[in-house]
DNA sequence: TCCCGCCCCTGACATTTGTCATACGAGCCG
DNA sequence: CGGCTCGTATGACAAATGTCAGGGGCGGGA
């Protein structure tokens, strides 16, 4: 038998980490070299162990799994990156995968279907949920402009037209175009549903 | 030694309730009994099984926690329910307390702590994690009236006016009256951010 | 080269909001 | 009973927003 795979595992939730920890040391050939709960510490634990596999959760305080991924692939090339999700939206997937992740896949999945799915990754291939890939590919691309998106994007958390204009450095009544371009485009009511739905759709 | 607490574990993500049942099994005195993915599942095995305690994940499909927590006081009022949250909301709390709930704790205990906890509310006291309660403490009591929390709500999701004066059978004007006074007592820019605030806070 | 799409802007308009004053009935407390 | 708050409603006005119709400038592809 081959030497073991080395993993580092980073999750903000003690007690999902401990578990799954305990739970992939039942797999002979698997073994946890580090841990973490923070992405900056995911970073530092990958550089200190040097492991074979990260295990990402997407959502983590600091940097999230994708960042972390982009930082790995350029200081780790070697080390291959799998996300793991709660709730898994599209658009993330979208985002991990131009950062260099080999697997992405909610936490839907058993202990065992996880375990197959990181020798996968070891091994060179990639893995994808099937049901979040399709749901990515449903999503399709992006209709928006770089600055409509960035203009949605502002306008998400509620902010009025001259605070977005302002964060922007724009006139407001281009703003407002913008928005309304966004907002046709995306078939939605109003600036606020179109936020939600290109979040939702990843394509912010 | 007295017999074993019989557990019920709910959570969707397969992956930690696998984690979990395996992390608690180690426990001498602890026994999980039955699993579930969904609230309405959560409480098909509670009624089926009768555990001693329900541990409850807030976010599930078909039925968050609190739900199921309601239901199952008044089916099986000797079975105590623990609530699990990923990235506890102080309002959920509230909630959650208000339905029977007697322990509400977030993700990031370790399995250790966790089983200490299930002994407690076992033993038929309650806890709460300190942090999130000085998080629902500081949020205070809604300044908010039935209507002015209700139109809020139905404000959240970026309706116009109209279409929440329909859906709550009022007159426009109405309507935006109570927007008025919701957001000024919320101190928020525009109703947007003020329905934000007030799910943060769980006052809707 | 010319055209087209994107970026940026302006101005004008209709519609939707936020805000205020005001009104009336119901229920509650002193 | 008399005030109080709450729910409900109007009407009016100001501000924000959504929608159109333009018009430059710039870069990339036919």
Known sequence: ????????????????????????????????VAEAATGPEALAMARAHRPDVAVLDLQMPGADGVKVATALRSELPECRVLVV?????????????????RGFVPKTVSARRLAEIIRTVHAGNRYVDPELAADAISAGDSPLTAREAEVLDLASDGAPVTEIAERAGLSPGTVRNYLSSAVSKLGAENRHTAART????GWV
């Open 1 to 32: 038998m081959s030497a073991p795979v080395r993993l580092l595992l980073a999750d903000d939730e003690h007690l999902i980490r401990g578990a799954l920890a305990a739970l992939l040391a039942l797999e002979e050939d698997l073994v946890v």
């Open 85 to 101: 999700t709660s709730h898994g939206q599209p658009g993330h997937l979208k985002r991990a995968l131009a950062a260099g992740v």
């Open 198 to 201: 290109a979040r939702e759709r």
